[in-house]
């Protein structure tokens, strides 16, 4: 009869040691490798295979490493934990290192029984990161089973990226090009919902009646929507967008209406300056959020536990004096861009580009006055075709021809109001439209399928006009990026259509110097294609510092895409109406992870083409005081942005290029109306800044945040332990590293000479040419890298690989080539007054996790310092603090071989006296292990009631160290030592 094991016991099959899992039941093993992930989990039937007790060996006295050995083997220990024993199940196992006010929402999140958060940080501070952490950490706990992302199409397959490879979801894609082959594989009366329990949805295609049913009847205990500004519409909203927003928020209140559903809402702009627009968000976090007095102290706080709003100034320097705290030993500096250096830039249209223009507005004029007098639908298809003709011809030659040559949108509409929904997308630049996908098509001007004699003539001499001897506006732009690349920047160069994307690129090729490389990125292009083109530009000239790139992009990239690894400068070659739409191309570089202190922006503007300069003016003048009053930005009001720009389209029309030059706006009505827009803005800014003060951060203080961080380091390790980690391990290993010193804590290596078990794993990790074309690999201080680099923090895959490899060497004395750790040690030193051991114990716990589906038994490892003085049967133990400086410790003097052996085996001998402790230790470090876990949940009895963790015995002694006091040096030293390098 086979024996019973229990959970968290060791157990020998296959060739290697286990822990057994609480899944298990007597016929059959659920076990994972000691030391292992869960993605190594096997099961195994002890009636058809041999399954032996196992017990950890104790370390050998003949492998005797150096003094770097016990440090070494800790931290390789540590960086391999998957399954740790704390509050936060899924730290361990994640491939990012999240910052410390990124768990800000996930501690708020667990103090709650179901999660309902609004996440509102600024841009570029990570709010995806901060839903992946929840979202891990829900399905780690077993809280949630199942997850849904509602976003944009445009944003789908980063979500995607971002879960995969930093979080360990592989979701599936959702949407209306997936959703044919996803229902295909379905069962009868499957919903695919049911089928993929992680999924990435596409806001428009969730739209569909038929979709939005499924969606909702299946929908998974867990959902996280992008952008959710864009999810709900103002009680007084009219228009495309709103009814867009209307069919979201109408999906989302059945969502929300489920008590029982984990919800994260995230959004920079939660406010968006309309008031009933943020009640109705704040009524999906929770109902009564929405009717909440929130200019008393009791409604802030009860918004406080669900609601997250910081700016990076908030967070820049985090966990200092400054935040309340003692000291500035935990403090965090995040690398965000200090500032953005902007400039308008202007230029004047040549003669020929000026007269081509004035006729274009002749045109206009005639065409808006001739459809005024045949009723309101025709006036309106009019007044959407001229805008996108003015647009177009002061974006560029080739937009400007196309449009005067294609079909106007809004000719097919067969209303007035359906004129405006056809032709308001695509001529406008919303702050509420999350739909960017085909906007950079350049639209239409004609009303009939043939464009009459006069358009096509226009055409005509568009064409003649490109190159920049007569496109004033393109020779300007090769000035700036020739300015731009000679400082060392990388610009992308953002436009409004195709057609001036695909121009500029035709046009700048070979005017900007041999080395710099140029790609055009538009909406032609699938989100892969995009993305796989920026990474071919990345790629060229990736090892010679001189080249620079250059892209060339629409808003296809102004959201969605995160550029700061490849570009540091924004030229906004088209003038977006609406200054939100600059934000979010600027917030592709200036965020989180650029390696330039200060982004450069230069705004492009016609000073003469009846347009530019008023938008300018009016629009981004505002836009600009008031963040800088408030130092975030207040997305413009579309009613506002739309507003300014009729107007000026308006005046533009009556006076001509150069009356509205000179008289803008001097006329009453048009004052009037600009007067009122000003008005709606300043009140939309005052709200934003009242919310931002009322509503700050306030329900985790930085004390809690400290006490998690300051555990979570103790038990998994910091930066500077996995960098000098690093730096040892790849130089024992034969690897060419070079350490510039230059402050920033960044290095290389080159993995050629290395163990071709390192390189194999370096492969997987980084990619195989990388490995097997021996280049340079860059170790970043940041978390924030490009494809190709490792971040010097323990979650990162090759930072795992080598911790791997140093563990398996270590454990294994039969094993070739380097071995930069081993199970013990004997160092002679000053660091010790009198023989002093120190020891690498793993311990592992039996945990018994409440949740809202029932109790779930997980098995977690955690490793410890002990340390003591003396003699195994007469310990006098050391505190922690004291076992861990013992790592520091260098050989002052060389060790006699033998001396050393001897030390050495009376310590191992003397193993069975320190049980009693190691036990007693066990005890403790459980009973503080469940204090933290209650203390993280601490807002929620029902989630704490039944926790409990227990120490799984016996303790495994990884490794043995043993510091000697120096002694006076005899009169004649032997010649049989061991250096203190090899101790």
Known sequence: MSPTYTAGSLVAARGREWVVLPESAPDMLVLRPLGGSEDDIAAVFPAFEEVRPAEFTAPSPDDLGDQRAAGLLRTALRIGFRSGAGPFRSLASIAVEPRAYQLVPLLMALRQRTVRLLISDDVGIGKTIEAGLIAKELLAQGEASRLAVLCSPALAEQWQSELREKFGIDAELVLASTVPRLERALELGQSLFDRHPFTIISTDFIKSARHREDFVRHCPDLVIVDEAHTCVAADDAQGSVSSSNQLRYELLRKISADADRHLLLLTATPHSGKESAFRNLLGLVRPELASLDLDTPAGRARLAEHFVARKRADVRDYLTKE???????????????????????????????????????????????????????????????????????????????????????????????????????????????????????????????????????????????????????????????????????????????????????????????????????????????????????????????????????????????????????????DLAWNPTRHDQREGRVDRYGQKRDRVRVITMYGEDNGIDGKVLDVLFEKHRQIKKDLGISVSVPDETASGVTDAIVEWLLLYGRQGSQEALFDLGDHQESLDRIEREWSSAAEREKTSRSKYAQRAIHPEEVAREVAAVRAALGGTDEVRDFALEALRDLDALVRDPRDGTGDFTAQVGGA???????????????????????????????????????????????????????????????????????????????????????????????????????????????????????????????????????????????????????????????????????????????DASHRRVRKANEEIVRGLKVVPQEPADVLGVYVYLPRQPASPAASASTVSGAEA
């Open 755 to 929: 163990p071709a078990g390192l390189r194999d794993a370096l492969a997987e990790a980084l990619g195989g040419r990388i490995v097997e074309e021996d280049r340079e690999i860059p170790f970043r201080a940041t978390p924030a890298i490009a494809r190709g680099e490792a971040a010097l923090v323990r979650t990162d895959p090759v930072i795992g690989a080598i911790a791997s490899y140093v563990l398996d060497s270590a454990l294994d004395v039969n094993a070739l080539g380097p071995r930069p750790a081993r199970r013990c040690g004997v160092v002679t030193t000053d660091a010790v007054a009198t023989r002093t051991t120190l020891l690498l114990v793993r311990y592992r716990f039996h945990l018994t996790l409440p949740s809202r589906t029932g109790e779930r038994q997980l098995v977690a490892e955690d490793a410890r310092l002990l340390a003591f003085e003396g003699m195994p049967a007469r310990a006098r133990w050391l505190d922690d603090e004291a076992a861990t400086a013992l790592l520091t410790a260098r050989a002052t003097a060389n060790t006699h071989e033998q001396l050393a052996r001897n030390h050495i085996t009376r310590t191992l001998n003397g193993l069975p006296d320190l049980s009693a402790h190691l036990t007693e230790y066990g005890i403790r470090l459980a009973a503080e292990l």
């Open 323 to 573: 935040d309340g705290l003692a000291d500035d030993s935990l403090a965090e500096r995040t690398a965000f861009p200090s500032d953005r250096w902007t400039k308008d830039e202007p230029y004047r249209l040549t003669p020929a580009y000026r007269a081509l223009l004035d006729d274009a507005i002749a045109y206009a004029r005639d065409r808006v006055e001739a459809a005024g007098e045949q009723g309101m639908r025709e006036a309106r298809i009019a007044w959407w075709s001229v805008i996108a003709l003015l647009r177009s011809m002061v974006s560029s030659p080739a937009a400007a021809a196309q449009t005067l040559r294609t079909r106007s949108e809004s000719a097919a509409a067969r209303t007035a109001h359906e004129a405006d929904l056809l032709g308001a997308p695509v001529a406008a630049d919303s702050a509420d439209d999350d739909r960017l996908e085909g906007r950079d098509v350049a639209p239409g001007a004609a009303e009939a399928e043939n464009a009459g004699t006069r358009l096509h003539e226009l055409a005509e001499r568009a064409e003649q006009l490109a190159g920049p001897a007569e496109d004033a506006k393109l020779k300007t732009l090769i000035r700036h990026l020739k300015d731009l690349t000679a400082d060392g920047y990388h610009p992308i160069v953002f436009c409004r259509y195709i057609p001036t994307a695909e121009y500029l690129a035709e046009q700048l090729e070979g005017r900007l110097g041999k080395k710099t490389r140029i790609a055009a990125v538009t909406g032609t292009l699938s989100p892969q294609q995009r993305l796989e083109r920026i990474e071919q530009l990345a790629a060229e000239g990736a090892g010679d510092p001189t080249v620079r790139r250059v892209l060339v992009a629409t808003d296809c990239l102004s959201e969605g895409v995160n550029l700061q690894h490849h570009f540091d400068a924004v030229v906004h070659y």
